[in-house]
């Protein structure tokens, strides 16, 4: 039989680390369950571990007590990872026990599921030098910054490479948790839990609910006025070439700069502040997708559309049926 362990947190944690805690062992128990009523012998014993006898949260609100230190988890198969606090260097820090025992269980063959914010644990551990991950899209910024030699891909909901998995942001732990019972198990039984627990299964995009800021913690003045400028006029059709020149920067080093202090070249900051404005005008007024797109500065409706379709992963009138139901039907 092999092992699953449920990593808990010593400290550092919020409210939805529980939750990823307690979906993730119901939702693993289930699968269990159903491999046995179908004949099958139990597949995994799931075990909850941490490095303290107890864990609060939410200043004494819940508590949890690991079922076994993780001292005395020689082996396990498969490490999942939860949420964690928002305060990520201190919720490293507070967990440096726990890492350096993941990362010695990778090395030793066990795979690791990071789920939400615990993708700051498992790159603290190293274990995501040059390799693509996700996170949280509210917390990809600050995770740039701290780990720039991973690959974040903070559009996708799941990643699955070399015996590491992650996933995006807050309950879509859930649509992880799902990817890995049909791993680990196979189809039938992933099908089961997700119509159990109505999961929706096979979702790959965290795109469409993403609200973009734009990185402004970045200290190059000369960006923070180029960025200030490009939200100012969002119904003008920006040059970059202009841009750069009316701050005196050679095109290149205008984008080399930007690429740095931003994580988008200014042709990608430019495309998400306009569509970050549209999906707003789509959510909230009666305007026709044509308005909108005029509003951007767009006046053509192939590009408009390409363009909101690659950032939200869906169409102006897909989006706009999602979030306004009371929108005019176009």
């Not at 903070?154 to 998995?165: M, R």
């Not at 680990?184 to 993403?210: G, L, N, P």
């Not at 998400?272 to 005008?281: N, P, Q, T």
């Not at 767009?298 to 909101?308: G, I, N, P, Q």
């Amino acid at each position: 039989m092999k092992h699953i362990t449920i990593v808990v947190p010593d400290g550092q944690t919020n409210l939805s680390t529980i939750a990823c805690i307690v979906g993730t062992y119901e939702i693993l128990n289930v699968a269990n369950s159903y491999w046995k009523q179908n004949g099958k012998r139990e597949l995994f014993t799931i075990q909850l571990a941490g490095v303290s006898a107890k864990t609060e949260f939410d200043n004494g609100l819940l508590t949890i007590k690991p079922q076994v230190n993780i001292s005395a988890i020689r082996q396990t198969g498969l490490i999942i990872i939860p949420s964690l606090a928002r305060d990520y260097q201190q919720a490293m820090k507070g967990n440096k026990l726990l890492v350096s025992w993941i990362a010695e269980q990778y090395k030793a063959g066990a795979e690791i599921a990071s789920m939400c914010t615990g993708t700051f644990m498992l790159a603290s551990a190293g274990l995501l030098d040059e390799k693509n991950c996700s996170t949280h899209w509210s917390a990809a910024d600050t995770f740039r910054m701290l780990f720039p030699r991973v690959h974040l891909q903070a559009d996708k909901l799941i990643t699955d490479e070399h015996g590491i998995y992650t996933n995006g942001g807050a309950y879509s732990f859930l649509n992880l948790v799902i990817y890995l019972v049909e791993k680990y198990y196979d189809r039938q039984t992933a099908i089961y839990c997700s119509k159990i627990f109505q999961v929706e299964m096979d979702r790959q995009s965290q795109s469409a609910f993403a609200i973009f800021s734009g990185q402004k913690q970045h200290g190059d003045e000369m960006v923070q006025q180029a960025q200030a400028y490009i939200e100012s006029r969002l119904d003008e059709k920006i040059s970059i070439e202009e841009l750069s020149s009316h701050f005196a920067v050679g095109r290149r080093n205008f984008d080399r700069r930007f690429i740095k202090a931003t994580g988008n070249t200014p042709i990608e900051y430019a495309q998400r502040v306009k569509i970050e404005s549209a999906k707003k005008a789509l959510e909230t007024t009666r305007k026709t997708v044509n308005e909108v797109m005029y509003e951007v500065g767009y006046s053509d409706v192939k590009a408009f559309r390409e363009v909101f379709r690659k950032v939200t992963g869906m169409s102006p009138l897909e989006y706009r049926g999602k979030y306004n139901k009371e929108a005019v039907i176009i």
